[in-house]
């Protein structure tokens, strides 16, 4: 199957400051990619998604400002965490769309997810 | 929010029994997704469904588009410890339209 990466897998910070957590599609360009919250033993919570080349869209009750998302490749996604409270520690995950022409077009792909920890 | 009803929720089963899962919805879906998630991991994609009424396996594992395209299951025969983890199925109403998650069942297998 097609193969997502999230960088880093792990972070901790303290609070204030900003994480950059990066997505890449590896075997596949990604027209589409996906920013996904979850809390424990709670399913998936779409916060944005982004199309290479063109701003974001956001969940409703997302901050965009805080939530800073850059899709400047059809394999490379970022998200930043900008001024992080321990409120935003959580499992985030991304999620990759191929784009039509590949097989499996309209499957989403996830990365292993990054876990974020705010002191 | 979510608009998928997964269930069961959870199962407790022993090693070699059959498992049973679906989803069900009151819209209409043209792409049915079965994912499985390890504590810690992502998503991986299991089974993806195009057609209604479907039929596909991936080893172990069975998967049907509902005629209707209001619903789909997941079947895993012969269970094994390493099946342990959480199951979300998702759906997409229209091509690239976002994907509708349903809550996820816990799978445990008693060896």
């Known amino acids: 199957g097609a193969v997502v990466s999230q960088h880093p897998s792990r972070v901790i910070c303290k609070s204030g400051t900003s994480v950059k957590i990066e997505c890449r599609s590896l075997?596949?360009?990604?027209?589409?990619m996906f920013w996904y919250r979850q809390f424990p033993k709670q399913s998936l919570m779409l916060m944005a998604t982004?199309?290479?080349?063109?701003?974001?869209?956001?969940e409703q009750g997302v901050e965009k400002d805080k939530f800073l998302i850059n899709h400047a490749s059809l394999t490379l996604s970022t998200l930043t965490v900008t001024s992080a409270h321990p409120e935003d520690s959580s499992f985030y995950i991304c999620?990759?769309?191929?784009?039509?022409?590949?097989?499996?077009?309209?499957?989403?792909?996830f990365g292993p997810g990054t876990r974020l920890t705010v002191l | 929010g979510q608009q998928l009803n997964q269930s069961p929720q959870s199962m407790f089963i022993q090693e070699g029994e059959d498992v049973s899962m679906n989803c069900t919805s009151s819209s209409i879906f043209n792409t049915w997704l079965w994912y499985k998630q390890d504590p810690g991991e992502g998503p991986v994609l299991l089974i993806a469904?195009?057609?209604?009424?479907e039929l596909t396996s991936n080893g172990r594992l069975t998967a049907q588009f509902g005629i209707t395209r209001k619903d789909s299951f997941l079947n895993i025969s012969a269970s094994i410890p390493s099946d342990v983890g959480i199951y979300f199925c998702?759906?997409?109403?229209?091509?690239?339209?976002?994907?509708?998650f349903g809550e996820g069942t816990q799978l445990t297998v008693n060896p």
């Open positions: 469904l195009y057609k209604a009424g």
């Open positions: 998702a759906g997409r109403r229209t091509s690239g339209s976002r994907l509708t």
């Open positions: 999620s990759a769309r191929s784009h039509a022409g590949v097989r499996h077009t309209d499957t989403q792909y």
């Open positions: 982004s199309n290479e080349g063109s701003k974001a869209t956001y």
């Open positions: 075997d596949f360009q990604a027209t589409t």
